[in-house]
């Protein structure tokens, strides 16, 4: 089992940056794959970012402005979020799923992940 908490989130102009964190506990994030999230007012929830234990997968939508990465103590997950725009409101989750319930076909499911944290608010505007 694990459970997830993000944070990182709040109000920022368009244009400026964001980092959001994912913190596990219960046990180390070795063995699982995890995936951003995020849904706007009125839209369904969007698969933004995921990392494995060798790779990185970024929506096209937030390509070449997000990225993706895991920190020194292995059990946080980061995304860097650049050049904000307003399209980029929303609540922002993290997931995880086991490694072996995993595929790189279904990366951006939802229904591929079995845990999910709480959302951090993320808002973009003058």
């Known amino acids: 089992q694990v459970q997830l908490v993000e944070s990182g989130g709040g109000q920022v102009q368009p244009g400026g940056s964001l980092r959001l964190s994912c913190a596990a506990s219960g046990r180390t994030l070795d063995d699982y794959a995890i995936g951003w999230f995020r849904q706007a007012p009125g839209k369904e929830h969007e698969g933004v970012a995921v990392i494995t234990d060798f790779n990185t997968y970024i929506a096209d939508s937030v390509k070449d402005r997000f990225s993706i990465s895991r920190g020194n103590d292995k059990n946080t997950i980061y995304l860097q979020m650049n050049v904000l725009k307003p399209d980029d409101t929303g609540i922002y989750y993290c997931?995880?799923?086991?490694?072996?319930?995993?595929?790189?076909?279904?990366?951006?499911?939802?229904?591929?992940?079995?845990?999910w944290g709480q959302g951090t608010q993320v808002t973009v505007s003058s």
């Open positions: 997931a995880a799923v086991p490694r072996s319930n995993w595929s790189w076909l279904r990366r951006f499911f939802r229904a591929t992940y079995s845990y």
